[in-house]
């Protein structure tokens, strides 16, 4: 039973170690995990942990064998490395949403927060990704403050090109 428990607390002691070394480690399993990290230390930390103390229960509740003790804990860890490489793999599949770019702007309505000359540049207030934003604008025409606007272009970074919206 003593080899059991050590085999369970050894596997504790290596994914605490490879939480706390971050990568480090992680070039000793390099080459025999393949491209999707099968063999990543939390998998096999994983797989010890269960093994060494599935092995430890099966062993001193039915008093079993070595044998018996050591096969139900391999079936054991083999589950639970499984679930672990599994869990890695949905964290790393990170497929959230691009980042809000500035042509995205376009088609967008705003108001105009400073008033827009003919010839010149005035301020609108935009929403990209949610969040308000001023930018420099154009129009072709003069617009008045407080005028709800259109995004035609986008001229720079920071400077779009707007018309009036006629309700």
């Known amino acids: 039973m003593v080899w059991f428990l050590g085999l369970g607390i050894g596997g504790l002691l290596l994914l605490v170690l490879s939480l706390v070394v971050d990568g480090v480690l992680e070039g000793l399993l390099d080459g025999l995990g393949g491209p999707d990290g099968f063999l990543s230390l939390p998998v096999v930390a994983g797989f010890l942990s ?42 790393l599949r990170d497929t959230g949403a691009p980042a809000p770019r500035g042509e995205d702007l376009t088609g967008s309505a705003g ?54 919206v006629d309700r």
């Open 50 to 91: 269960a093994l060494g103390f599935t092995g430890a229960l099966v062993l001193g509740a039915t008093g079993a064998g070595a044998g018996a003790a050591a096969g139900a804990g391999a079936v054991a860890g083999i589950g639970v490395g499984w679930g672990t490489w599994r869990f890695g793999r949905v964290l």
């Open 111 to 164: 108001a105009v927060v400073t008033a827009i000359p003919a010839d010149g540049y005035g301020e609108v207030l935009l929403h990209l990704a949610g969040q308000p934003v001023k930018y420099a604008a154009r129009s072709s025409r003069a617009v008045a403050r407080g005028t709800e606007v259109w995004v035609e272009s986008v001229l720079s970074p920071t400077s779009v090109l707007v018309r009036p």
